[in-house]
DNA sequence: GCCGTTTTCGGCCCGACTGTTTTCAGTCG
């Protein structure tokens, strides 16, 4: 038994169970055990204080972890990994569980294609489809060839792009020093290719660093604030603003303003200095993508971007009585945490029977009287295929904010899909389209509707759009919140918290209203509790 | 596999949707 090389967080065992549970899901193993391996992982995972160091009695404590989990996750905290799961590895390649990325193919799918026809890999699969081979097998057909080949592209198109989470992990591993992060993590790009960071040295060597795919650029204090602004672009960006320098006589250099006429040197300590030196305002990073900010940050018009501390409160939150893992209690708390006015508790539709509805609507009323953040009654109602709404008018019209979402029917033609979504809109007690465009980072595209027509209908309605704050989602992109801001339509950020944890989304959703030119005008929650409410009346 | 208990076995979240079926299984959220 091997010792393992670092400490074993609750990350890595959580992801030894999720693994045991995908490879028992491939045998076609009972399905309440693997959902047994997925929930313990789930608990794990979102546990805080660290598993490695509880005993068996202690984990047995956990709810969902029994006798035999509890001595897999010894064993994992001790070896990093464990026995039954090393022995179901052995029978099933690892590249046969990465095919439940695929959209459309789940463990049953896999299950049956890896016993009777022997697919191992993605190619495996694709060759399989050319070859109508899966049309064969009973309960399968050529519709369902279609959904996986269109599965097997988008997986292959997948970007390997890393989530901002997934970026802050890699930052968080970082050696302490003096460093700022640069690149495209600091103009908020919702997903990074590549991280970028300025290390800050007295004397710095001449030296490249790059592990760990980490870009590292070395200046001293005395340059930092053309180092900084040279790595954190963009291309174009730095195009436009050494445009600038240039007709002002000088080269924009990484070490600092360079005089054409005679090669001197002119260094900057901070970003601020550079630009008052070439008479500009300071260029928020999150608008450094040459889209007008360098002509208006010369002209000392640019604008006054919404920040947190505009934030009164939270559109979109998740609890028990649909798929969220906090009560409301929980919900109300973590609001005076964050120093909220309100949030609006917006659970499915599609969970929440109507009289459970009315049964929330007293649980809230009576929270509320405990709590200084007010919690709102809302729903996120469904979007149906159909294009009907997953309440009736009468119940919708006794919430105090309504998020109408597509969640199925992704598939639909753009046409159908875009009209689901204006016919919504067209019904006075919705207030917000839920994440517009459906996308998954990482995981799923955005299902195609035209942006154009939502966004000029929204206008003509009066209904927001979201900009979803979950960092797997950020939906809607920057350009289409800025297109919408320009037509007067209203951005409702919400963090579509499922747990207290991700209201601290809200900060993603800020650099993304950030990189859409909002001012806190053109977000609907800056407002105070009453004028949030005189706004959905 | 876990849990709760009618203490040793039966139930485990569920609704919408899709495709392949003629009544259901699998996926997804």
Not at 146 to 172: K, S
Request: charged share 30%; net charge negative.
């Amino acid at each position: 038994m091997k010792a393992p090389e670092r400490e074993v967080t609750n990350r890595d065992v959580a992801e030894r169970l999720t693994l045991m549970a995908r490879l028992l899901g491939i045998a076609g193993e009972d399905q309440y055990r693997i959902a047994a391996y997925e929930r313990a992982g789930r608990q794990i995972d979102r546990l805080s204080l660290p598993v490695a160091g509880l005993d068996e009695e202690e984990l047995t404590r956990i709810p969902g972890i029994g006798e035999r989990i509890a001595g897999q996750i010894r064993e994992i905290a001790a070896t990093g990994t464990f026995g039954e799961l090393r022995d179901l590895q052995e029978t099933i390649p690892g590249s046969v569980v990465d095919l439940l990325g695929v959209a459309g193919v789940g463990p049953k799918t896999l299950h049956t294609l890896y016993k009777k026809l022997g697919i191992q890999s993605l190619d495996d699969l694709e060759q399989a489809v050319k070859g109508h081979r899966l049309r064969a097998l009973s309960g399968f057909g050529a519709k369902r060839e279609e959904t996986i080949q269109r599965g097997i592209e988008q997986f292959r198109r997948r970007p390997n792009r890393m989530t901002r989470p997934q970026a802050d992990a890699v930052l968080a591993a970082l050696p302490d020093g003096p460093y700022t992060v640069a690149g495209s993590y600091r103009r908020g790009s919702s997903t990074v290719a590549r991280l970028t960071i300025v290390a800050i040295e007295d004397r710095p060597e001449t030296r490249e660093g790059g592990d760990d795919g980490v870009d590292v650029r070395f200046t001293e204090p005395g340059r930092c604030g053309t180092a900084l602004l040279c790595a954190t672009g963009s291309a174009a960006f730095l195009e436009r603003l050494g445009e600038v320098a240039a007709r002002q006589g000088y080269r924009l250099t990484p070490e600092g303003l360079v005089e054409a006429a005679n090669g001197r040197l002119q260094e900057f300590a901070s970003e601020e200095e550079v630009f008052l030196f070439l008479g500009m305002e300071t260029v928020p990073p999150e608008l450094r993508e040459d889209r007008g900010e360098i002509e208006l940050a010369l002209r000392h018009a640019l604008p006054g971007l919404v920040g947190i501390s505009d934030v009164q409160g939270d559109l979109h939150a998740h609890t028990t009585w649909s798929d969220g893992r906090q009560s409301l209690e929980d919900v109300a708390e973590a609001g005076e945490r964050r120093g909220y006015e309100y949030v609006v508790i917006t659970d499915h539709s599609s969970r929440v029977r109507p009289e459970a509805l009315t049964k929330q609507q007293a649980e809230i009323e009576r929270v509320n009287r405990h709590h200084d953040c007010r919690l709102l009654s809302g729903s996120e109602v469904d979007i149906r295929s159909d294009g009907t709404l997953g309440y009736e008018n009468r119940i919708l019209a006794d919430l105090d904010l309504v998020i109408a979402s597509v969640h199925s029917g992704f598939s639909q033609d753009q046409d159908v899909l875009t009209r689901r979504i204006l016919t919504a809109m067209e019904n006075e007690h919705v207030d917000v389209i839920g994440h517009p465009t459906g996308r998954l980072l990482g995981r799923r595209p955005a299902y195609g509707i035209d942006l154009e027509r939502v966004i000029a209908h929204a206008a003509a309605t009066g209904t927001a759009l979201e900009i979803n704050a979950s960092p797997h989602r950020l939906d809607l992109e920057d350009i289409y919140i800025r297109q919408a801001k320009m037509k007067g339509v209203k951005l409702a950020i919400g963090t579509d918290a499922h747990r207290i944890g991700e209201f601290a989304n809200m900060r993603y959703g800020i650099t993304l209203a950030r990189r859409g030119w909002c001012t806190p005008d053109d977000v609907l929650n800056t407002r105070s509790l009453s004028a949030l409410l005189e706004w959905t009346s």
